[in-house]
């Protein structure tokens, strides 16, 4: 039996492909795969599974791509180096030098006013204006949706301010800085940091449990500055004015001595890094300068009492408002200017703006029969009459076109010219005055030239912001009736500073002096100046002011007197009462009176001036002699105790007021 040998295995060899007559052919590339055929394995499959190797593009042109692409940002970046270094070098220096460096004011120091005695009137203390940053207000940079409203809700009642006016303000993302209040009290400020330190503990333990820590007022800052303060309230707040928000004077001599009051602020610049300081970099400070510290020639006590006593009796008489002036005779010196009503310069949201400004120089008036002093000045200076001059004076004067009459119905009275005075008689003023020039036009043109050398028509020498210099037409100019009435203090207007400074030119023998408010001033670190000498004028002689001092001690003195209400006792006083018909300044035309009182004492030898006036009393009297005459005491008695003058050595002159007819 043949013997059976096994099988050969054939190995297969690498495929080939076929022609179309199925012979074999050439090999076809690898990038060229075959259709698949039933049975034969895939294209780059060897037989049993194996791979074939697979040929890879070249990779240069994928090179070349990434070259150039890194040349062009390299190009880029060397063109933006060449931009910032060289060409726009100094421009972005510039801005880096702004960035790194802060720069804040320091507030000067506002100089201080005080009275005569050196008694604070007006101060600054530390301060500070509430700021925010409302870009921190922001959802994103507050973790809270609403953190304007909430932030808002908090502070107004803290800083008194409209709770819609704080979220607007801090609903302006745009802005880096805005101001919510100045110049609050450290107290306030104290209160808004503790809410912030609440907050900010509140905010990092809900952070640390995961959450938002959300702080609606970590954008809350605040910048020192100072306040100004009054320590006496509504005490002299008409001549000292007020300081407004921007920390400049707004009214009296607050802004009348500003330029010397506020100083010089100061600048601290330095570098930081993320909001802090770097002490290694330098910092450099011009210091600020203090402002200059003012002295009044004001005494706050006697202020005290003239405020009082003219509120008092203006409230009483529910008037309109009242003045009180108080002049140091020999000097000039005003040492009180009281207004009613006032105002408190510390809460001026409360006060009244009619009674922001000092009525006492801005408001203009006819002042009445107190001008009648005026009238018999020129009649004796110019020898026209004396005291004791005969002057019959009957119930009705008819002159021009107006028949004149005096205060009171009087069968005819025989009266002295002191008389006259005395019992304020506008027809024997008239009569009197008659006497001055050969005609009318001549007398009218002589009493013209005194008025205006007491001062009428004129600025008081104060130059006070808003000061009137009052009305007074020249005499040519004067209609039919004025030629009559301006003799007793119609027809003609002035304010009450005028109006005392008139008694004060008497008072001090006829030579009048410009009055003064400010009695000296004290820079930072320099010693105290006095100011100057005011200017001094002589009106008339000093036989003609010593003539109507004992003339005017008649008014009060003698029982026919119109002023008795205004005797003290120890003294001899010189006054005159004046009741004037009152021009109203809304409608222009005569309404109601001004009733007034002024004069000097000691008569003998004159110390102290006193003006006083009250617009349109409505309850009770509305003569001067009898409201404006006890004001008039109650200072006068005050300021000479307060300045201990001694009383009178000599009884009064007692300069007879009428006569008998055919004597």
Partial sequence: MPSKEPPRRRVPGPARSRNAAGGPGRPRPATRPEARRPGRPAAGKRPGGTSRP??????????RLISLCLTLVMLAFV???????????????????????LEYTVAAERGEITDRSGISLATSVDAHDITADPKLFTPEDSKAPDAPQQAAALLAPILGKDEAELAKKLSTPKSRYTVLARRQTPQVWKQIKDLKSVFAEKAAADSAKGGPGANVLAGVLQEPTTKRVYPNGDLAAGILGFVNAEGKGGGGLEAQLNQQLQGEDGKIRYAQAGGRPVPTAGSTEIPAV???????????????AAQRAIADQVEKS?????YVVVQNTRTGEVLAMANAPGYDPNDLAQSNSAALGNAALQDVYEPGSTSKVMSMAAVLEEGAATPGTH???????????????DDIDHPTWYLTLNGVLAKSSNIGTILATGQ???????ANKVLHSYLRKFGIGSTTGLDYPGESPGIIAEPQDWSTSQQYTIPFGQGLSLNAMQAASVYQTIANGGVRIEPTLVRGTKEAGDSYTASEA????????????????????????????????AHIQGYRVAGKTGTANRVD??????????????????????????????????????????ICGPIYKKVMEFALKTLQTPPSGSDPARLPVSFKPGE
């Avoid at 529910?318 to 009242?322: I, K, P, V």
């Avoid at 001055?436 to 001549?442: D, I, M, N």
């Fill in 54 to 63: 697979i040929r890879l593009g070249s990779p240069r042109p994928r090179l």
């Fill in 79 to 101: 063109v933006r180096l060449l931009q910032v270094q060289a060409v726009d070098a100094a421009t972005y220096a510039a801005k880096a030098e702004k960035n790194r460096y």
């Fill in 290 to 304: 203090a402002g200059t510290d003012v002295e009044l020639t004001i005494d706050r006590d006697i202020q005290w």
């Fill in 318 to 322: 529910e008037a309109d408002r009242g």
């Fill in 391 to 405: 002057v019959t004076v009957p119930n009705r004067l008819h002159r021009g076109d107006r028949l004149f009459r």
């Fill in 436 to 442: 001055l020039g050969k005609t009318q036009a001549e």
């Fill in 534 to 565: 005011p200017k001094r004028t002589r009106v008339v002689s000093e036989k003609t002011a010593r003539t109507l001092a004992k003339m005017l001690e008649s008014v009060v003195d003698d029982e026919e007197g119109t002023g008795t209400k």
């Fill in 585 to 626: 300044p809304v409608r222009g035309v005569y309404k109601g009176y001004t009733a007034s009182f002024a004069g000097f004492a000691p008569a003998d030898d004159p110390q102290i001036t006193v003006y006083c006036a009250i617009q349109n009393p409505t309850k009770g009297s509305y003569f001067g002699g009898q």
